[in-house]
């Protein structure tokens, strides 16, 4: 063996070892904390592995789902076998993302070693392990963190198959199941995440570019590009044809696209503000949801930005190379013949890298909100290269003192990410009051709460009834044992209150509450989030009509006193659950649901004040607690709001319980769909 042969196997080895370093670091990275940080359960999460993924294990199978406004199928088939394996919770909803995020890393670096060499993939590779854009999708249960994987494999099996990049010979064969492999990823793309769709177009326009200025690796490859591109269309087919049977399931797209909407229309302001955003979320601006990014937080700092925007000059240079040739006549192409030979074909590997990136941020254009982490996530790892090669540039000077520049310049880089990025993903985001929200950070805080407090049992809690997800959230939060014993009744401060059970879980959401009066806190007990511990003080008040007794309808409810204040025009019903609640079944249904499904409740309360001939002034409908989380034995009181310009003499209310998709009123166990109440004069 040569000494150049043991040099290369040593550096290889080298480059393996720091790899595997690297990548058990972005692995540590991404399972550290992970119950912890995001705080809590977002929306997002718990609809896309409870509700679509859960279709998988129901075997409702499909390439496309309607629900939450349009999901490809491939993420969700993938966290099935996650929630099948270890249930609803953090492994079952987050571990698939872990491992597709840490598998982004050495994607990442093979690349860079393809594009230009093994030194820019390490830098690359590292500074996105510990960057706060992929910590964030590395870490949270939805479907964004396959594109990257799909994509990177892709470019790199097409690259494999043009040979751009290495000096290893391999038949033509060899190179047709690379083109196969690319297209086998690419396709798979489709079925992930709409971002993916570029993918076709980034490789599109790179065949484009080899036409003009390296037109032998064309005609080598032409047979295998067009299987690639033929086998890609074929598998786009069937969801194609998917969309087209269902076209409104695809409304999110539309959604988001306000700039386009609005140029349409003539009106381009949209459209210019969107770009100038998304161009600056490098540097100086950023996404503006709590949900992904601390609002309007930049990817790199100032030493980052300098390290990118430098790497795009590099890459714009070399890309633009040919065209300085043809125009100085120096030579009319770039011969393929040497493009070969040379380890790193910088003009098409740069061309390649900027086309990926432009066509990664280009969703950022134009959908809301513009520099979206989420919408141009394709850009992902072509960002970190472009980041890197200012690394590559000076390395590749052949001067010992400018590489051992260039190495410290990567680690610089690596570093510059890594003391902004991890504070800033750990500390700063989780701790943010609207993240806490947006996360319910509170509702875990009761969790951790009541797992520490056993004898906790019957309690209701505070909560705005957005959909069921707040209930999810802490059940899933509660240990096993505590899930299968606590039972909570879910109730909105702002029209309601729980007066059995005693304990109530209150003082969150912020809001203006009739009953802050009626809850007395509980000594010794330090505040969970915004949650307090309290006891109610008020019992349900005695009917102003003496003549009233508690009148139950057929579905166990009972109405058992009413109270009118004529001064705020204020109606107060009390409520008794006599025995279980006989309720329609309530099946989960994503956010916003898929079209034409009903998602509101099957329970309400109508209540009305009509004048002395009856007629009908104003009404004001709606149950303000959790029906399903009733027991029997509970009471509560709501308030309803009968506010009229004029106070009307011999006025009376007319209550009632009806199923609100249907329309149907619930009868009393008498038969009477109403009940009718003299208020006073």
Avoid at 484 to 512: C, T
Avoid at 578 to 593: A, F, G, R, T
Avoid at 598 to 606: H, Q
Wanted: aromatic share 12%; net charge negative.
């Amino acid at each position: 063996m040569t000494n150049r042969t043991k040099n290369h196997t040593r550096k290889i080895s080298l480059d393996l070892v720091l790899l595997g370093v690297i990548t058990l670091l972005a692995l540590i990275l991404r399972f550290w904390q992970l119950g912890a940080v995001p705080p809590g359960w977002r929306d997002d999460e718990l609809i896309n592995s409870l509700v679509i993924s859960q279709k998988v294990l129901d075997g409702d199978l499909a390439l496309y789902y309607a629900d939450a406004s349009g999901h490809e199928a491939l993420y969700h088939a993938l966290n099935a076998v996650f929630l099948a394996a270890f249930g609803p919770g953090v492994p079952g909803i987050r571990w698939l993302s872990v491992i597709l995020g840490t598998l982004t890393i050495p994607l990442t670096y093979l690349l860079g070693r393809r594009l230009f060499d093994s030194l820019t993939g390490l830098v690359a590779a590292a500074a996105l392990a510990v960057s706060f854009w992929s910590l964030m999708y590395s870490r949270i249960g939805i479907r964004h963190v396959l594109t990257p994987v799909l994509a990177l494999t892709t470019f790199y099996f097409f690259l494999r198959g043009l040979g751009i990049g290495r000096t290893e010979n391999r038949s033509q064969y060899a190179s047709l199941v690379d083109f196969f492999l690319a297209a086998l990823f690419m396709g798979l793309g489709f079925y992930t995440y709409f971002a993916s769709r570029g993918v076709p177009l980034i490789l599109l326009a790179f065949c484009v570019y080899l036409l003009l200025f390296a037109r032998d690796i064309i005609l080598r490859h032409w047979r295998g590009i067009l299987i690639m591109f033929g086998l890609a269309v074929l598998m786009a087919i069937p969801l194609l044809i998917t969309l087209s049977n269902q076209p409104e399931s695809e409304a999110r797209v539309a959604e988001l696209a306000v700039p386009l909407v609005e140029g349409r229309l003539g009106n381009f302001e949209p459209l210019r503000r969107h770009v100038i955003v998304t161009l600056s979320m490098f540097h100086g601006d950023g996404d503006d949801e709590w949900l992904y990014n601390i609002p309007h937080r930049p990817i790199f700092g100032p030493a980052g930005a300098v390290f990118f925007w430098t790497g795009v000059i590099i890459a714009l240079v070399f890309s633009l190379s040919p065209f300085y040739h043809i125009l100085s006549r120096k030579s009319d192409t770039i011969r393929s013949e040497n493009l070969a030979q040379q380890p790193q074909t910088a003009s098409l590997s740069s061309t390649l890298l900027l086309i990926w990136w432009l066509a990664g941020i280009s969703p950022g254009f134009i959908s809301v909100p513009p520099g979206s982490l989420g919408h141009t996530i394709l850009a992902q790892s072509a960002v970190y290269l472009l980041a890197a090669l200012p690394v590559w540039w000076l390395f590749n000077k052949r001067l010992s003192e400018l590489r051992a520049i260039s190495i410290l310049l990567g680690l610089l880089l690596i570093a510059s990410v890594a003391i902004r990025d991890l504070p800033d993903y750990f500390q700063e985001w989780p701790q943010r009051g609207m993240t806490r929200f947006l996360y319910r950070a509170d509702i875990h805080d009761v969790a951790d709460y009541l797992n520490d407090n056993p004898d906790i049992d019957e309690f209701s809690i505070a909560g705005l009834l957005a959909g069921p997800w707040d209930k999810i959230a802490l059940s899933m939060d509660l240990n096993d044992d505590r899930a299968r014993i606590a039972a909570p009744r879910w109730y909105n401060p702002q029209r309601a209150l729980l007066l059995q059970p005693p304990l109530s879980f209150g003082g969150f959401p912020d809001v203006e509450s009739p009953y802050t009066d009626a809850l007395l806190p509980v000594q010794g007990v330090a505040n969970m989030g915004g949650y307090k511990l309290y006891e109610v003080q008020k019992q349900s008040p005695p009917s102003d009509d003496e003549k009233f007794s508690p009148i139950c309808f057929k579905n166990n409810l009972c109405w058992i006193s009413a109270s009118y204040d004529p001064q705020t025009q204020q109606l107060e019903l009390g409520w008794l659950v006599q025995e279980q609640l006989l309720l329609p079944s309530v099946p989960l249904i994503s956010n916003p649901p898929p079209p034409g499904v009903y998602s509101g409740p099957r329970l309400f309360v109508f209540a009305q004040l009509q004048d002395a001939q009856g007629s009908f002034l104003v009404g004001d409908d709606g149950l303000w607690v959790d029906p399903q989380t009733l027991q029997p034995g509970d009471q509560f009181i709501q308030q309803h709001n009968l506010a009229t310009a004029d106070k009307p003499l011999g006025a009376t209310a007319v209550i009632g319980l009806y199923d609100p998709k249907t329309g149907e009123r619930i009868p009393t166990t008498d038969g009477q769909d109403h009940i009718r109440l003299k208020i006073g004069e």
